[in-house]
């Protein structure tokens, strides 16, 4: 049996809180959203360093006493009540994520508290492998004694982990009577088609038992099979030995507002549920019409490879642990892929940029096996793929959302156009590369772009604008035949305007309001917004005042009338 107050002692004697061990006084009481960042910061730590658990200990100073060598207890009068207690348990349970049930602390009755109060040792588990933990949405950590946000390094050490303990490679059962014939059938089939260039590979095929083509696979290991086997192609019954939740597929149709309309679940096998969720996808033509043409391009609004790669990874790199769905939003223009699990190669620029693929698998087991089934790209090609075929097919390029507290990845693909501009910008300029299309989809996307992006499409003459207001340029406008949008955008030069003004107050003296109603309707485009084209008017009157063209005759704000200037 521990001897908690030898441990309390024990404790209090070393020279510097730690890590994974935090003192407070917490005399009277302590804030429990501070308590909450301390339970995420001490189990991610705890995880980090390699301990089962860190420690919050509630009614002791955090300064050491130079004349005992310990820190001095004051005792906590925090959670009197089990009600109290219970309280704090359920907060910390509903705010943390995953979801961390804390034990009561233990309570140590010290001869220096103060009447009525105790020490709380509050043990605080470590975060499990791969899956950090949070308070309201946030990971936070330790740097020395500070409560800090949980540092990147520290915060990708811990993903990984999941990674480095391979879910989908455990052993799950020996029945083999739990593999579905049609889930194997189909599978072969793909083998064969994923490996129709290598005849011997083909010709020993009807040789081998289903037993030594799964062992090949590796998703069976001497005699057993591996959850990986069962995700692909077990029997709906065969989730009862995946040790948590059931993994399946989800079908959701939403509307114009985002309200479900329906929605179907597809369970195991994996291998055949994706065929089926496939099948419910409304495809349709899309009419796109490229400049100085009259005969329109006929395409369906999604591609049936990108449709399906989306898919295959989402089902390849669910964090199965976790439990959840992968899920496919079908809204009118566009479908949402959704898996649980962080993005392992930690952003889409780095994927389409780098020339190394990503070496870290979460399912390593069971992304092996779909490349084999030719489910999956291999050598991290899939994504740079889906973004070239969207470019090709002249459609808005996939959007990436990434999220925490549970760590999940969204993939956006669109089923129509957004901006016609663009469109024919695609259709003309060739000779982008992949990273340029990708700057000029967020631009038709309204997405913000940093300076050297702007520079690099400036250079090539791609758009124009002022300052982060950037649109299609004069060249591409020619090529595309835009050149009427690009002088809505680009607008007239200000003496244009200021000729306006004066064409205006020759007639007499004239209000601030008269000269809005005259110009507001004529500023470019690219001035959006009725507080930004005011503001542009406001500043053209204040450039000719200076310039001595006109002058306020009628005083200030509303009262002020302007005139000519003699």
């Not at 540092?151 to 811990?158: E, T």
């Not at 959840?324 to 940029?353: H, I, Q, W, Y």
């Not at 999956?376 to 969207?390: C, D």
Request: hydrophobic share 40%; net charge neutral; aromatic share 8%.
């Amino acid at each position: 049996m521990v001897d908690y107050s030898a441990q309390l002692d024990e404790f209090r004697r070393l020279p510097d809180e730690t890590e994974w061990l935090e003192f407070k006084e917490a005399k009277k009481g302590f804030d429990t959203d501070a308590l909450g960042r301390y339970v995420s910061a001490l189990s991610n730590e705890a995880n980090f360093l390699k301990r089962e658990a860190g420690w919050l200990i509630l009614g002791v100073k955090d300064k050491i006493n130079p004349a005992t060598g310990a820190r001095p207890v004051v005792g906590s009068l925090y959670a009197e009540s089990a009600v109290d207690l219970n309280s704090v348990k359920l907060q910390v349970f509903n705010h943390t994520s995953p979801s961390l049930g804390l034990s009561d602390p233990v309570l140590v009755c010290h001869p220096d508290c103060i009447p009525g109060a105790r020490v709380l040792m509050w043990r605080i588990p470590a975060a499990a492998p791969g899956m950090p933990v949070a308070w309201k949405g946030h990971y936070y950590g330790r740097a020395g004694q500070s409560l800090v946000g949980l540092p990147l390094n520290k915060l990708d050490a811990i993903r990984i982990e999941s990674v480095m303990q391979d879910w989908s490679a455990v052993i799950a059962t020996d029945d083999w009577s739990l593999l579905d014939p049609a889930g194997v059938q189909l599978a072969q089939e793909l083998y064969k088609r994923r490996h129709a260039t290598h005849s011997q590979v083909l010709s020993d095929l009807p040789h081998k038992s289903v037993s030594d083509w799964l062992h090949g696979l590796r998703l069976a290991v001497n005699g057993k099979l591996t959850r990986a086997a069962l995700v692909l192609l077990g029997k709906p019954e065969a989730a009862t030995f995946l040790g948590g939740p059931t993994p399946r597929l989800t079908w959701v149709l939403t509307d114009h507002m985002g309200e479900i309309q329906t929605h179907q679940h597809f369970d195991l096998p994996l291998i055949v549920a994706i065929d089926q969720l496939v099948a419910r996808l409304r495809i349709i033509t899309v009419n796109l019409l490229p400049p100085r043409q009259t005969a329109p391009l006929n395409l369906p609004n999604y591609d049936d490879w990108v449709i399906r790669e989306a898919l295959h990874n989402c089902i390849a790199h669910q964090d199965y642990a976790q439990g959840g769905r992968v899920r496919v939003t079908e809204a009118p223009d566009s479908l949402t892929f959704f898996n649980l699990g962080s993005f392992l190669p930690g952003s889409v620029e780095r994927v389409l940029s780098s020339r190394r693929p990503e070496q870290r698998y979460r399912n390593a087991c069971l992304a092996n096996a779909m490349v084999e089934l030719d489910l999956i790209e291999t050598l991290g090609s899939g994504l740079p793929k889906m973004f070239r075929l969207q470019k090709e097919r002249f459609f808005p390029l996939p959007d990436f959302e990434f999220a925490q507290a549970p760590d999940s990845v969204s993939v956006h693909i669109y089923g129509k156009t957004l901006d016609e501009k663009y469109v024919h910008a695609l259709m003309s300029a060739t000779d982008l590369s992949l990273e340029e299309a990708v700057l000029l989809d967020r631009v038709q996307k309204g997405q913000p772009l940093e300076a050297e992006q702007i520079k690099r499409l400036r250079a090539k003459k791609l758009v124009g604008g002022r300052g982060a207001k950037i649109f299609i340029s004069a060249q591409m406008a020619v090529a595309t035949g835009q050149e009427v949008s690009y002088v809505n955008h680009k607008g007239l030069e200000a003496k244009h305007y200021k000729g306006l003004v004066m064409d205006l107050l020759a007639l007499g003296a004239q209000p601030r309001r008269k000269i809005n109603d005259l110009l507001l309707s004529k500023l470019p485009a690219s001035i959006d917004g009725d507080l930004r084209r005011k503001e542009y008017i406001k500043n053209l009157l204040q450039e000719m005042a200076r310039d001595q063209q006109i002058e306020n005759a009628g005083g200030a704000t509303r009262a002020a009338k302007w005139q000519l200037k003699n």
